[in-house]
């Protein structure tokens, strides 16, 4: 059965902490249905192999099943697209007709959002699992099968490894990965489920991680884990095995040049590194990693610690930077910026722009030069691309990953959330990259192996 678990090797790539998040968008709770009794009456009830099925209209829907009532009302609510009620019928389908539970006669208990469920309420029923298995693997449907990639359903477990996550330590192997589907047309081959095009990739390991260690590359595609091939497996039900305690072992099978091979790994615990600054010569070197919550404040520092030594020139490197939070995007574009906004956020039913605080310190005379790759994803494409917009910095290296989306997460009567993209975010001249990336002003390939040094002299050379 799917084991409907949500966690990150660290940090995927614009799927998941990478959300640019506004600030008033602390988790969110929403409880349809979730006061209602033991007493209340089902819709109607039927009986399938011999298995009761009762169906609850979501008013009335017990405690065990109400997360299904409360996803389809976030949906309809605070998703970025209008989702038509049989699309989410269909996509709840889906998940529960591929899954089988332990033999049971237990009375069946489903919610029903909208008329349209009642065939997943039977599938479910008829493939035999417990009420409370289908109700997270219909809310996990909803959003593997009905919404973008970037939405997903986390479990309890779930959860708390990705609030370790946001602390800025895990335990795993510390890898950067991201779904690509290379036989969707256009930039944009996000996917959601690993199949024979559905690949997952390693966009890069973090310095002394195990995974590092372990030899595994950027571009190596993963194909297996401990033995088991994950064809069939959402991105977060493979890095939730990938993920565990340190000192124990999981082993990848992976895919590269044409070879497949397994490499062990050993877990260990990984702290995800922030801030990086060095000096060569007259130019400053900052190396942001993650858009964390005070990832703004460690930046600011950096940058006047080389100010306060007279640099006149300063190398931002930002590749496989996987993005974070919109106020921390904010603080950093207002390090260089004195006016003007940094970002607009457009939902259904509002556009919203963000604007700089007003507290720039670098001086408009000092040469500003930004480095990214495809893993340069969500806020760190945010800070790029405005920076390029007004001419305030050269962007060097690949085209970034393209990720134009908002999320929230919103909390679930049973100790989960269902994190929904809530809107798509433009620069403030009106550019939507998303799928594409932001183009660099100079296009070219950096060696992930090469030392700062060289690389801050080939792209100041470049630039």
Not at 31 to 54: D, F, I, Y
């Amino acid at each position: 059965m799917t084991k409907n678990r949500i966690a990150l090797f660290i940090i995927s790539a614009g799927l998941i902490l990478s959300a640019c998040l506004p600030s008033n968008s602390a988790d969110t709770t929403i409880t349809t249905g979730a006061e209602a009794g033991p007493t209340t009456q089902p819709r109607s009830t039927t009986t399938l192999g011999g298995r009761s099925v009762e169906r609850y209209e979501c008013d009335e829907a017990p405690d065990e099943i109400s997360i299904v009532c409360e996803a389809y009302e976030l949906i309809q609510t605070h998703y970025v697209d209008e989702i038509p009620d049989g699309d989410l019928a269909d996509a709840a389908v889906m998940a529960v007709e591929a899954q089988h539970g332990p033999e049971t006669d237990d009375a069946f208990l489903c919610a029903l959002p909208s008329p349209g469920f009642v065939e997943s309420c039977d599938t479910a029923a008829d493939v035999e699992l417990t009420s409370e298995q289908a109700a997270e693997i219909i809310v996990a449907g909803l959003a593997v099968h009905a919404l973008d990639p970037n939405s997903a359903y986390f479990d309890e477990e779930s959860l708390a490894l990705l609030q370790e996550e946001q602390e800025g330590q895990i335990e795993g192997i510390g890898a950067l990965v991201t779904p690509e589907d290379e036989t969707i047309e256009g930039d944009n081959k996000q996917c959601s489920t690993v199949s024979e095009t559905c690949r997952i990739l390693i966009v890069s390991t973090i310095d002394g991680a195990p995974a590092e260690g372990a030899g595994i590359q950027r571009d190596d595609v993963i194909v297996g884990v401990d033995g088991v091939d994950i064809n069939g497996w959402t991105i977060d039900e493979v890095t939730s095995q990938v993920r565990g305690p340190a000192g124990t072992d999981v082993i990848l099978t992976i895919e590269r040049n044409g070879e497949t091979l397994d490499v062990a790994i050993t877990r260990a615990a990984v702290v995800i590194p922030v801030i990086n600054s060095e000096r060569f010569g007259s130019t400053g070197y900052v190396r942001l990693s993650i858009f964390s919550e005070n990832a703004d404040e460690q930046f600011r520092e950096a940058i006047l610690d080389h100010l306060a030594v007279g640099v006149d020139s300063l190398v931002v490197d930002f590749r496989d930077n996987p993005g974070g939070l919109l106020d921390t995007a904010i603080e950093i574009t207002s390090v260089f910026l004195e006016d003007g906004e940094v970002v607009v956020t457009q939902s259904p039913d509002d556009q919203a722009s963000y604007e700089v605080t007003g507290a720039a310190i670098v001086p408009d005379d000092i040469e500003v030069t930004f480095v990214v790759n495809k893993g340069s994803a969500s806020a760190s494409e945010v800070v790029s691309a405005v920076l390029q917009e007004r001419n305030r910095a050269t962007v060097v290296g690949e085209n970034t990953f393209g990720k134009n989306t908002v999320q929230q997460r919103f909390s679930l009567s049973n100790g989960g959330a269902l994190k929904l993209t809530i809107a798509r975010w433009l620069t403030p001249g009106g550019l939507d990259f998303g799928g594409v990336g932001v183009t660099p002003d100079v296009a070219m390939d950096i060696d992930p192996d090469l030392d700062i040094e060289t690389l801050v002299a080939t792209v100041l050379d470049a630039a």
